[in-house]
């Protein structure tokens, strides 16, 4: 059975293609990965970004406070599974210092944003990402990602993508326990 060579050409020439690409995929992702581990062990990244009531907000404005910080997106299906705990957790841990801090890393417009953040009755601040952002903790590359970050500006923990409200709230206990331990500490 003879073969056309220019089918056998054209394949070459794909997975050629394939493997260039999946070689600086596979490098982009490891410089991401490498740079998002070097965040858990140090002091989460100061950012500067809009709220949605046009506000300058910086993540160290929260200095003091535990700080849940979630990247998500009003396209994202876990994010929306998610976001009404949050906001009974913020309800329910509030008192003790914890502020969620929601960054939408979207292309859809601000007031769309807000209309989302309003139907999930959202009662926390929420800013609008710059990739920027997102590149300083590590590349978001998965939807929703969030950084537990204690009274010290520390990142404590961090999950990709959906968790059950139990191991979120068992993050939130350990920010709190860490933000507990250093005051005591002081």
Known sequence: MRRDPVVLVVVALVVALMLVFGFKMARHSSRGMATGNAQMNGIAPDFTLQSLDGKTVRLSDFRGKPVVLNFWATWCGPCKIEMP???????????????????????????????????????????IGKESVGDAYGGVQFLPETFYIDRNGKVVDKAFGLKGRGEIEDAIKKILAASSLAQTQK
Do not use: C, H, R
């Open 85 to 127: 705990w949050f906001v009974d957790l913020q309800k329910q841990y509030g008192s003790a210092g914890l502020q969620f801090l929601g960054v939408a890393m979207d292309d859809a417009s601000t007031k769309d944003i807000a209309e989302f953040a309003e139907s999930m009755k959202v009662n926390y601040p929420i800013l």
